[in-house]
């Protein structure tokens, strides 16, 4: 009986830190908590990203070096800055970004742990859409055990088809499950979705 | 639009057994380290030809009864598509999230060599079910031709049927060692190791799908030994094409996992390279668009996996 009560605790110990680290404590509560700051950060991505397309993140584990993807006519420039470095400014500068709202947008997305910002194209009944991916790296799940996952957003323009377990949907086949990035995402609400990750983009 | 580098042996952890045992397997049967001319005998005769050629193929080509071997190929799109393709070979996009930037950096070069000959082939295929390319017969399988078309949330992918016609069948014809665990295809496939490309299935597609004189260095998993890597890019430039097989996951890093598996992932088509003050600034073509990096010299060794160039073939009997 000494024995088992041995193997016990350990087991249970190792058990309880893998349900505290597993992504189910990350859903939809994550959103409704931080809904305002989410939200605000894909408001502001989406209304810069319409004049010049880019994408922007954080490279570095300590959120202190930013990357960022700039999408002209003829090629993608990629750089990465440190964060609060003159060279992000004017760069900006010179590929007509507006300097201040960037920044501001990059000190958002610090704030709250946010990787990655960036916009896809996909296509309904041959009409472009966009959908705008965020991913978020929370601190609950920053565990040792969890370190390698993300929580990821996406935006859509119109309301999305979901199956009854809440699960998103192809349009065309209803009974198809979406993939985006191969993840399965699950509804928060009918244009906002989640799904947890271990790659960030 | 957002270009998003794409990764081959990426799902290692889903797949580690696997993945291992074909190390183990590579291991066994390698042979692709060094320097390996790949020369594609002469008596292949591949005409050079134009977009207009092309176009003008394209538009008096006869469409009567095609749509019995692809159910969801729309052929108003298809066109469309392949009228870009023959254009514009720039906006030739594999498709997010897919592994089929090996198969599009190929492509990328030979529709800029002969579209014709694409027009042609992709022509052939749509009507026939199958079709011959330089001596080649491609005949995919019923499973490719019910999805082809059907391909979503790969981006503009979406609504061009051709490139999901044109990428599955080649992933669907040939085969390497990454794909004999995976070699028959199934829904989402084009994200597993059935797609999957290894530095000798490149190099072996290259010599078959192009007309050039093909010479490589590199290997799966050891890096080239190149004592001047940059001056040796610059020097295949002036000469023809270069492909690099990269290390992707450190340049676009997708999370932040510090130990990363040192393992080539990606394809890209270098277009110009320079260097000032030990900074490489380098444009290279990958997903349907070009990208300009500034890397130092030690990183660009650190990324490098393989380097094939491709020369033409008069070019190389003139040398």
Known sequence: ?201 | MVFKPHTHIANVKKHYKKFWLIVGLFLITCSCVGNHSLYAPFNLKVHKSTAKEALEYINHFDFSGSNTFWPNVNQHLFLKNIKKNVTHPISMYPGEGTYFCAYSALSYLLLQEDPLGYAKFITSLYKDGKATFRDVLYEPSGAIKREAGLLKYRGIMDIQPADQMWFLTLADHFKGYLNIFNRKYDLGDESTFWASVNYAKFNRMGKKLLDYKIESKGSDFLRPRIKNLYGYITEKLKNGKVVLYINNRIVHKKNHVKIKLAVPTHFIVIEKISKVNDVITLVYWDNGGRTLIQLSPAFLKRIVYGITSFVNQQDYENK
């Open chain 1, 1 to 201: 009986m000494k024995t088992n009560k041995n193997i016990l605790l350990p087991v249970l110990f190792i058990a309880v830190m893998l349900y505290s680290c597993s992504p189910k404590n990350i859903s939809t509560k994550y959103y409704y908590q931080n809904e305002k700051v989410l939200d605000s950060i894909e408001e502001s991505y989406k209304e810069i990203n319409s004049s010049t397309p880019f994408d922007v993140g954080f490279t570095s584990k300590d959120f202190k070096i930013v990357s960022l993807g700039i999408l002209t006519d003829s090629l993608k420039y990629i750089y990465e800055f440190k964060v609060g470095e003159d060279r992000l400014a004017d760069t900006l500068k010179k590929f007509g970004l507006p300097v201040k709202p960037v920044i501001e947008l990059v000190m958002q997305m610090q704030s709250i742990r946010c990787t990655w910002i960036s916009s896809y194209d996909y296509y309904t009944d041959e009409k472009k859409q966009e959908l705008i991916f965020m991913s978020i790296k929370p601190v609950a799940l920053n565990a040792p055990l969890s370190y390698k996952k993300y929580y990821i957003l996406t935006y859509f323009q119109q309301p999305q088809y979901f199956d009854n377990n809440g699960l998103l949907l192809e349009r065309r086949k209803l009974k198809r499950l979406r993939k985006i990035n191969g993840e399965i995402f699950k509804r928060i609400n009918d244009k906002v979705c989640y799904t947890v990750s271990t790659t960030y983009r």
